[in-house]
């Protein structure tokens, strides 16, 4: 089973900045980021290919938010720009090794493994 530990959390005020970090015992073929706010359902936010490196983002957050690896340290980062009240939730970090056209990068149900959570709240 596959150990993810994210960091990175915190307060922050609007149009502020974090960076995510999800440590992996190992990787599998795709990693991704996923936020829960208080009464939602878990969304997608970003996710790449360790192999090829593609990335894949949600639509609304294009431009923000930047994802990325650094093999030597089996770490995905979530770089997140100009925050809003609306990013707080707490962020997770998932591993996958389905394809993609199972579901989408989106689909959380495909991701097998899951970090315990990092709070990211941006106050206005």
């Known amino acids: 089973q596959v150990q993810l530990v994210e960091s990175g959390g915190g307060s922050v005020q609007a149009g502020g900045s974090l960076r995510l970090s999800c440590e992996a015992s190992?990787?599998?073929?795709?990693m991704g980021w996923f936020r829960q706010a208080p009464g939602k359902e878990r969304e997608g936010v970003a996710a790449?290919?360790?192999?090829?490196?593609?990335?894949y983002y949600a639509d609304s957050l294009k431009g923000r938010f930047t994802i990325s690896q650094d093999n030597a340290k089996n770490t995905v980062y979530l770089q997140m720009n100009s925050l809003k009240p609306e990013d707080t939730a707490v962020y997770y970090c998932?591993?996958?090794?389905?394809?993609?056209?199972?579901?989408?990068?989106?689909?959380?149900?495909?991701?097998?493994?899951w970090g315990q959570g990092t709070q990211v709240t941006v106050s206005s």
């Open positions: 190992q990787y599998k073929q795709y």
């Open positions: 790449i290919d360790i192999t090829g490196g593609a990335t």
């Open positions: 998932g591993a996958r090794a389905a394809p993609l056209w199972h579901g989408g990068w989106w689909a959380a149900d495909w991701y097998t493994d």
